[in-house]
Each structure stands twice: as structure tokens, then as C-alpha cells.
């Protein structure tokens, strides 16, 4: 699979190749400005850096390169004196550069480029990513990135969660997830404490009641202090999972897995149980949501969880939802609309 991935990397146009470079430091980092990539297009504009990332007050660089092998190495070195050289911002602040390019680099190529960046700045890190190595790394940690390829590597049921919030929102009768999120601060306190101890942490809720919200607000808020844990999302689509799950779930990786509906998932939550067995206790935690009335289906499944259960908002959770800019609804329909859903935010 891998041989395949870098065979269909080397099928990319430059334009491709630089928008899978810009998704995969997507999945790396929480903020990308792709600068080297026209707003709205898949296709690439003059400029340096072709993206970068804010690190506090500093930045990491990133140009993507797409050329002939033989002039790979004065165009990578190009690439560095082009980092160094912009105007915009001094060199000091530039802590890490990322080449990454559509050819293999060897030994003699990372050493000729490091004696070079050395030259210009020793302080700056230089992290360079050949075609061979981002195809492991397509392969080992973003699986979902073959599929902007053309590649089908499992049965799309573990997703990135940009990912599952994209399928997520397809469906006509489901509400927004990427709106803010309001209340609910003492359970998702409660939430973070229950991962730091326990391996499962069961969801549940009459439907509407925001599971699906609050499982990502918790996950972000449980990766801002446990940031070596890898998030992926599951969602059933009737397939056996067993294989995706040998593909995506690496054994020295930590991973924080949420399973949306996870009553929908009957078989594939005994394996998925299963799988989490051969890892090291704590290396793998999973969130589960589940309605109320179907919370003993999954419960029978589990053996030590953690449980919170999530009610309606009261009126004054629920005003404040409703009178936000995004909605900006007036306390008379406010009163209206808590009438009739019972401060269930799905139906309000």
C-alpha cells in the first residue's frame, strides 16, 4: 500500500501536491495559512513561505516543492534562502522550516541542506520530508489523506475529525457541529477528569440533547493538556472495522477515539474493544455517545466506564444559545421557542 501511495503521489501536479501538503500540516498543526495557495482554487500562487503556522510568537515555514531530481537540491536550498530572505518577519523569529518535495532524500541531501541552513541561521530547525517518508506518514497516520488521492486504503469508518464534522453536516437533519459551543462547563470538567483516569467515558442523552457537540468540545479541551494523543472518529457504516482499525492504530501511539452512536456499531464495538486490549492500558481512550434509552445495549459491552449524562438546558442555557450573534433572537421568541422544545437544542 504504501509502494502505491508514493506512486500516486508522483502522479501529482504540482497544484495537487501542494494542497495534500497544506491537509497533511492540517493534521499536524491547529492553524495553517496557506499563502502559496490561491483562496477558493486548487492552484498555487507566488510567494514565501507556501504556508505557515504561528508558535507563539514565533513561526514554522513551509515550502512545498515539485521538481526533476536533478535540480532538487539547489531548488531545496533556494527554498531556505527564500525563508530567511522575506521581508516580512527576521530570521530570529523563524524557529522551524518544512521542505517537503515530491523526490526521495538520502543522507548526503539532508546533510548538504543542513551545512547550508547552518551557513544562514544554526539556531533555526530544518525538518525535511522526501516523497517516500510522506507516503509512510499518509499511510501510518493519516489514512484519510489516500483518499485525496484516489486511493482507498480501509472502509472510511475512522476518520480525522475535520473529517467526521464534514460527513457529519452532509445529512440534511443534523444540526451544525461547527458553531460554538455555550454551558455544559462543569461536565466537561468533570469529562477531562474521567479521561485522565479511565480508558472509557459513555455519553449518553435523550436525542438532540448536543452528545455529538459536546464530544468534540471535550475531546479539544482533553488534547490542549494531552497533546500526544492522536483523535479519530468512528462512524458506522456497516462494515466489518477489525482491518481499518489494524491500518490506522499504531501500537507505540496514544490515540483518543470517539464512537458517534456507538449503538449503532453492534459487532464492530466488540472489536473495537477487542483491538484496544492489545495496546498498553492508557494508550488508547474511547468516548462513547449513545441515547439513554439504548445506553444498556452498550453498557453490557463495557466492564469499567466512566458516565455522564447530559440533560436539556435551562432556560437561561438556552437564551443564551438563542441570543448570541449567530442566532440573535429576541426574549420574546426565546420564550416561544423553550415552550415548545423543553430546552432541547436540537429541536430549538
Given at each position: 500500500m504504501i509502494t502505491a501511495i508514493e506512486q500516486a503521489l508522483q502522479r501529482c501536479n504540482p497544484d495537487k501536491f501542494a494542497n495534500l501538503c497544506r491537509l497533511y500540516l492540517a493534521y499536524r498543526f491547529p492553524i495553517i495559512n496557506a499563502?502559496?495557495?490561491?483562496?477558493?482554487?486548487e492552484k498555487s500562487k507566488k510567494g514565501t513561505p507556501d504556508n505557515f503556522i504561528s508558535d507563539g510568537d514565533n513561526y514554522i515555514f513551509n515550502e512545498?516543492?515539485?521538481?526533476?531530481?536533478?535540480?532538487?537540491?539547489?531548488?531545496l536550498k533556494g527554498d531556505i534562502r527564500h525563508c530567511f530572505n522575506q521581508k516580512d518577519i527576521s530570521q530570529e523569529k523563524i524557529v522551524r522550516i518544512i521542505l517537503i518535495?515530491?523526490?526521495?532524500?538520502?543522507?548526503?541531501?539532508q546533510e548538504e541542506l543542513n551545512l547550508y541552513k547552518n551557513?544562514?541561521?544554526?539556531?533555526?530547525k530544518l525538518e525535511v520530508i522526501g516523497l517516500d517518508a510522506l507516503a509512510t506518514i499518509i499511510f501510518r497516520?493519516?489514512?484519510?489523506?489516500?483518499?485525496?488521492?484516489?486511493?482507498?486504503?480501509?472502509?472510511?469508518?475512522?476518520?480525522?475529525?475535520?473529517?467526521?464534522?464534514?460527513?457529519?453536516?452532509?445529512?440534511?437533519?443534523?444540526?451544525?457541529?461547527?458553531n460554538t459551543f455555550y454551558n455544559r462547563t462543569d461536565e466537561l470538567t468533570k469529562g477531562e477528569q474521567f479521561l485522565n483516569k479511565s480508558d472509557f467515558l459513555l455519553i449518553t442523552g435523550q436525542a438532540g440533547v448536543g452528545k455529538t457537540k459536546f464530544s468534540l468540545e471535550l475531546?479539544?479541551?482533553?488534547?490542549?493538556?494531552?497533546?500526544?494523543?492522536?483523535?479519530?472518529?468512528?462512524?458506522n457504516n456497516n462494515q466489518l472495522i477489525w482491518e481499518d482499525l489494524k491500518v490506522q492504530l499504531i501500537k507505540n501511539k496514544k490515540y483518543l477515539i470517539v464512537v458517534d452512536d456507538a449503538n449503532k456499531l453492534k459487532s464492530n464495538l466488540s472489536s473495537i474493544i477487542t483491538f484496544k486490549n492489545e495496546f498498553k492500558e492508557g494508550n488508547?481512550?474511547?468516548v462513547l455517545t449513545v441515547r439513554n434509552y439504548l445506553k444498556n445495549e452498550v453498557e453490557k459491552e463495557l466492564k469499567e466506564y466512566e458516565l455522564i449524562e447530559l440533560a436539556n438546558f435551562d432556560k437561561t442555557e438556552l437564551s443564551k444559545i438563542l441570543s448570541s450573534p449567530e442566532y440573535n433572537i429576541n426574549s420574546y421568541y426565546i420564550d416561544r421557542i423553550y415552550s415548545i422544545s423543553k430546552g432541547n437544542p436540537r429541536i430549538a
Open positions: 499563502t502559496g495557495l490561491v483562496i477558493g482554487k512545498v516543492t515539485t521538481i526533476e531530481k536533478k535540480q532538487l537540491i539547489e531548488k518535495c515530491n523526490q526521495e532524500i538520502t543522507t548526503k541531501i551557513e544562514i541561521n544554526r539556531f533555526t497516520d493519516f489514512p484519510s489523506l489516500a483518499k485525496e488521492i484516489g486511493l482507498t486504503i480501509d472502509t472510511g469508518q475512522i476518520l480525522e475529525m475535520s473529517e467526521f464534522i464534514t460527513q457529519y453536516e452532509k445529512s440534511k437533519f443534523a444540526t451544525p457541529l461547527s475531546v479539544e479541551k482533553f488534547i490542549q493538556s494531552n497533546s500526544d494523543f492522536i483523535v479519530k472518529y468512528i462512524r488508547i481512550k474511547i
